[in-house]
């Protein structure tokens, strides 16, 4: 109970203070700290993604700039890649859906680090269909496969398929990982039903109060600290979960 409970805490302060990326710590918390499946962690890391992006979207919202409709329909028109991803999900050997979780982490970790490093400004450009159609599809697949809200690739995504500005494609991919994570576990339902909740439901509690609390530390902690720290335990995640997994591919 008390791993559940700091487990909870944790990600909802990360959540809080990042506005997202912390969620991706609910999948590694629940398969070494409470032997879960890597189906059933993937599946049950759904509900933590998805109650982080509405938290955060409370306040993206107030403040004006969330672009409701379009990331509504981002989010939908990912509908077929969530359906693959979450089939796929169930069906492959959990030491195959761990190592490619590893591979994301350690990318996730990385791209955290060049975003820290780059100076330049990303360039608008007038939207493609057929860009966010692939976009949106991709993205779903991340959430269906990995239990993830994929926000480092949505966000390039909106900025570069509708060409959204930075802050306003942050706070729209809150929209599109909150509609994302509600259709995957449409579709894992029958995992989601497997789960253990004396140990999801702790973990849940304490992610909201984690997470309000993360929004006020944001404005006392310096956020490029925070991030290259944690892109830092990201890596370790990463390497810890290869070793573990790569050896039983072969």
Known sequence: MILALLGGLIIGLLLGMLGGGGAILAIPLLIYGFSFSATQATAASLIIIGLGALIG???????????????????????????????????????????GFAILT?????????????????????????AIALSATGVGFLTGFFGVGGGFAIVPALIFALGFSM????????????????????????????????????????????AFSGVKLAKKVK???????FAGFLIFIS???????FPDLF
């Open 223 to 229: 956020a490029s600290s925070l991030q290259l720290g």
């Open 57 to 99: 979207l409370i306040s993206q919202y107030a403040a004006g700039h969330v672009r409701l409709k379009e990331g509504l329909s981002f989010g939908l028109l990912g509908l077929v890649g969530s359906f693959v991803g979450s089939h796929l999900a169930s069906n492959i050997p959990d030491s195959l859906l761990l190592s």
């Open 239 to 245: 390497i810890y979960m290869g070793f573990q997994n």
């Open 167 to 210: 802050r306003q494609a942050s706070a729209t991919s809150l929209v599109v990982i909150a509609v994302n994570s509600a259709i995957a576990m449409g579709f894992r339902y029958s995992d989601l039903a497997s789960i253990d909740w004396s140990v999801i439901s702790p973990i849940i509690i304490t992610t909201v109060l984690g």
């Open 106 to 130: 350690l990318v996730v970790a990385l791209t955290m680090i060049s975003k820290l490093r780059s100076t330049r400004e990303y360039i608008t450009r007038r939207p493609s269909i057929l």
